[in-house]
């Protein structure tokens, strides 16, 4: 069974950090793109960043470009997000999810809730 | 940035009747591999997204045949056949063709 477990999220200052994290279990995850997007509070959907299989290639919302940071573990089976120069509108809920191949977003995971606030 | 503009934003529908959302792109969808990346998620209260449709028309494992995509190029559309309670949340379509994906606005699907 696929699973994508969110981790990470919590209260931090604006101007501060935090690195977020997706355990991924039941694939070869490895072999597959993965992405981030974030749901503000009562708010739509937002992409955030995406990477390839093997971390070579990253793409990044222009909101986020210059902050934020994706990467992965492939032997720990773990994608992460950085995120620095937090902004309150960075408030949200993060999710991790999985392309295969034609099927971008096949499977997501529970979210993470960011908070920006002093 | 391709901006996905759905309509309509609400839709009240009786059980047992009919929905239909559309979805039309800033720009055309169709990859230089000739796919067309156009998907459209379920998300229910309280829950993450759940894939419905990729590429225009396909259904995702486990999604009721009463789910239908449609369209090409910049103009696309998710129908119900029959809604049921089960179908309650929010609809969104997502390009995946280019390289920053895009979300529509939203479509809250409700019962009347």
């Known amino acids: 069974e696929v699973q994508l477990v969110e981790s990470g999220g919590g209260l931090v200052q604006p101007g501060g950090s935090l690195r977020l994290s997706c355990a991924a279990s039941g694939f070869t995850f490895s072999s597959y793109w993965m992405h981030w997007v974030r749901q503000a509070p009562g708010k739509g959907l937002v992409w955030v960043s995406r990477i390839n299989s093997d971390g070579s290639s990253t793409s990044y919302a222009d909101s986020v470009k210059g902050r934020f940071t994706i990467s992965r573990d492939n032997a720990k089976n773990t994608l992460y997000l950085q995120m620095n120069s937090l902004r309150a509108e960075d408030t949200a809920v993060y999710y991790c999810?999985?392309?295969?191949?034609?099927?971008?977003?096949?499977?997501w995971g529970q979210g993470t809730l960011v908070t920006v606030s002093s | 940035d391709i901006v996905m503009t759905q309509t309509p934003l609400s839709s009240p529908v009786t059980l047992g009747q009919p929905a239909s959302i559309s979805c039309r792109s800033s720009q055309s969808l169709v990859h230089s591999d000739g796919n067309t990346y156009l998907s459209w998620l379920q998300q229910r209260p309280g829950q993450p997204p759940r894939l419905l449709i990729y590429?225009?028309?396909n259904r995702f494992s486990g999604v009721p045949d009463r789910f239908s995509g449609s369209g090409a190029g910049t103009d696309f559309t998710l129908k119900i056949s029959r809604v049921e309670a089960e179908d309650v949340g929010v609809y969104y379509c997502?390009?995946?063709?280019?390289?920053?994906?895009?979300f529509g606005q939203g479509t809250k699907l409700e019962i009347k």
């Open positions: 999810a999985r392309r295969d191949g034609y099927k971008a977003g096949d499977y």
């Open positions: 997502m390009q995946a063709t280019h390289p920053l994906y895009t």
């Open positions: 590429k225009i028309s």
